[in-house]
């Protein structure tokens, strides 16, 4: 592919994990009030785990398509800033997802190497916080006319912002990502439940509580590469059909991360099937449209629900989405004719080509 041979830094992060806190009173009471004390289990505020790195993934990658990859970290010091401006890489393929486990730091990160002259892969800082902010992007996609579900956002009592929505509603922390604070009990039909579910956001998360209308229907995942028109993938589902009867079908961490549990064993992606032409043309063009208005850069994946009446929303946008190779971006990227190592490639000549210019 490209013909210049470049030393890339492959740029991840990592932190110390928090120890568990001592369950202190108060979050005693919490989890028992919350509904999530209903399977008698109360989850840890922790962050994803990843089944497989992708960094050894996209480092062989780099070795194969003639690069020079070498590793760098960003641990939450000074030193590992310094070391990252001063470790001479021509391109930087950024993995980050947080600061010091702070993930709306992301952002931050990519400021820098704009300050400091350093090209990386990816989405710059305008559009990793609109990536991060999911009201902020709500109400960018209804000035672009993409559907999203209607919403609304509070703060410890203070309104946001609302639609006159209706039950059943579902309930997210608004600026996380990697299904923290999602799970069964996040769908929410009735007054008492949407207020359980609003305190535990604050008080887990303390973050705003944003609150959407649940769209029932099938999850379908669209895998965006390019700049100026760029190509949507082929379509990737999440079938979430045999989760058992009864339990609203979400993909929260279990599904997305916990490999031993039973929602992770019967839910899997794949190249969605038996969707009508017209609704993969709407889909895609939806998908695009919402890569655009986020100002996404060289890969982004649109995650979106077509419910049974074929309305299509855009339920989430995410720069800089997961590449492993077993994960949706790569899945798509494999129906569509690439190679894993061709789309390294590709990101890396996108992101090469912008430095260049
Ligand atoms: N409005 C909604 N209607 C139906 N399902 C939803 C809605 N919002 C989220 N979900 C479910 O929850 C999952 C995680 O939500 P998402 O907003 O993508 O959070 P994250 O940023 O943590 O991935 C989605 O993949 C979907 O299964
Ligand atoms: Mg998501």
Redo the contacts with the bound molecule.
Sequence with gaps: MGTTKLKIAVLYDIWDEEPEPEPEPEEVKTAKNGKNGKHGKVKPRKKKKKLKEDREEIFEALEKLGHEPFYQVLDGTKQSLFSLSRCGANLVFNLTESYAGDDTMDMNIAAYMDLIHMPYTGTGPRGLFLGQE?SVAKKLFQFHDIR??F?ATSYKGMLDHSHDIEFP??V??SS???????DGD??VGSVKELMERIHYIHEEFDSPA?I??????R?IYAAVLGNTNPEVLPLIE?D?SKLPKGT??????D??FDRETEAYKLTKSAVAEDLDEATVEKLTETARLAFGALKFRDYGRI?M?LSKKKEV?V??A?PNPWLASSQEFAMAAKKSGRNYTQLIGEIVDMAWSRAQS
């Design positions: 999911k999203t579900p919403f509603l579902i997210k922390p996380e990502d990697g299904s923290i604070g999602i996040s769908v944003l959407e209308e649940y769209i029932d229907g999850e999440l979430l609203p079908r979400v993909a929260g961490q599904v997305k995650d629900r929303f339920i989430e995410n």
